[in-house]
């Protein structure tokens, strides 16, 4: 018999809650790792184990950027932690990333939803959308980098 806990964590018949992260990456660690050519057991004990020790020693070692390391942290702890999917948008392209959970593209742009769609189906639906920018300036760059469709049509 399942619990609710099951459900929201993706075990019932409700579909696992999708959040999307703007401004942020998901890095495919094996992809950094074949492009670097860098072998797995550089990581060590840390190589079996997608958690938070194989992202510290990736950004150690050079195969991530401590920006995309703290990316990955950040998905992998809000997956774990509040059993959802997280997607990732940003304009970022020094990295591989996981194809199916990241999109390169300008969120700011009236055809994001159309790339969305187009990139992660024509269904996907998210729970939650998240801006990681904690300070925005004021004055021109806030009046021509935030178009009135991302709030409208996104």
Excluded at 64 to 70: A, K, Q
Excluded at 109 to 114: L, V
Excluded at 127 to 149: N, V
């Amino acid at each position: 018999r399942r619990n609710s806990t099951d459900i929201i964590r993706g075990g019932g018949q409700h579909p696992q809650p999708k959040i999307l992260c703007l401004g942020m990456t998901y890095p495919d660690v094996e992809g950094q790792l074949a492009v670097g050519r860098f072998c797995s057991d550089i990581l060590g004990d840390a190589a079996d184990h997608a958690n938070q020790q194989r992202v510290v020693e990736c950004v150690r070692h050079g195969i991530l950027t401590e920006m995309d390391g703290r990316d990955l942290a950040r998905c992998m702890a809000m997956e774990e932690l509040h059993g959802v999917k997280a997607y990732t948008c940003s304009q970022d392209d020094g990295a591989v990333h996981d194809s199916n959970k990241h999109i390169q593209a300008n969120f700011n742009r009236a055809s994001f939803g159309a790339s969305l769609k187009k990139t992660f189906g024509e269904t996907i639906r998210f729970r939650q959308i998240i801006l990681d920018y904690f300070w925005i300036p004021q004055g021109t760059w806030m009046m021509t980098h935030w178009a009135p469709s991302f709030f409208q049509n996104t």
